[in-house]
């Protein structure tokens, strides 16, 4: 039986790999790069995205590391421990007999891209983690990218789950029918845009 690639992830930009038993790799386009064209924020000023994005990193990274049993509240900023207690309660009263695993990093070989998902419960739900609100045309896209590399694709739930800094949760149903016609659209236009960007590089080197 041959020998399957490993996915490795960089922290340093983000960066997605497969490294093959040769010691070769091949860089692999995550779903975020995917739909970026999806994403608009112009109009939120750069000092309230930063904070924002700050804000979203620690509280799931405060997740993972509770949920791995690995995380001191006690040295935990004031401002994570509402949204943590939140999800904690949430957790507890929606899927209390349920193994939970976080941070799950997947790739799909033959489209050729890859992903972290937030959440998966049991094996066939998939939760999508917001500090923010529901975004109708980004969430159920990013969702139908991470069902097709989790591991019951055919069958999994697809759901975000909003946390505020209060701490209240709301889960809300992600799945689009059309969503996942949208991303095969959005990887198409990716992996196109970068056959022709190597092309200009080739020529401009030549």
């Not at 040769?22 to 608009?40: F, H, M, R, Y």
């Not at 943590?84 to 349920?98: A, D, H, I, M």
């Not at 937030?118 to 529901?134: A, E, H, M, N, S």
Request: charged share 30%.
């Amino acid at each position: 039986m041959t020998e399957q690639p490993r996915l490795k992830f960089v922290e340093d930009g983000h960066r997605y790999f497969l490294e093959y038993p040769d010691g070769t790799t091949t860089s692999l386009p995550s779903v975020s790069e995917i739909i970026a064209p999806l994403v608009d924020y112009t109009a939120v000023s750069g000092d309230v995205m930063l904070r924002a994005q700050e804000f979203g990193t620690n509280v799931h990274k405060a997740i993972e590391l509770w949920l791995n049993g690995t995380l001191d509240i006690d040295k935990l900023d004031d401002g994570l421990k509402k949204p943590l207690e939140g999800f904690r309660k949430w957790l507890w009263s929606t899927y209390p007999s349920f193994q939970c695993q976080s941070e799950v990093r997947r790739y799909h070989e033959l489209l050729g891209y890859s992903g972290t998902i937030d959440l998966i419960i049991g094996d066939d739900v998939i939760i999508d983690i917001k500090t923010r609100k529901y975004n109708r045309i980004v969430d159920p896209v990013r969702l139908a990218a991470y069902r097709l590399i989790a591991p019951q694709d055919d069958h999994c739930k697809v759901y975000v789950l909003e946390i505020d800094v209060e701490g209240n949760c709301k889960l809300i149903n992600a799945y689009d029918k059309y969503a996942m016609s949208v991303f095969r659209k959005l990887l198409d236009r990716y992996k196109q845009e970068q056959e022709f960007n190597g092309f200009v590089r080739k020529w401009k080197g030549r």
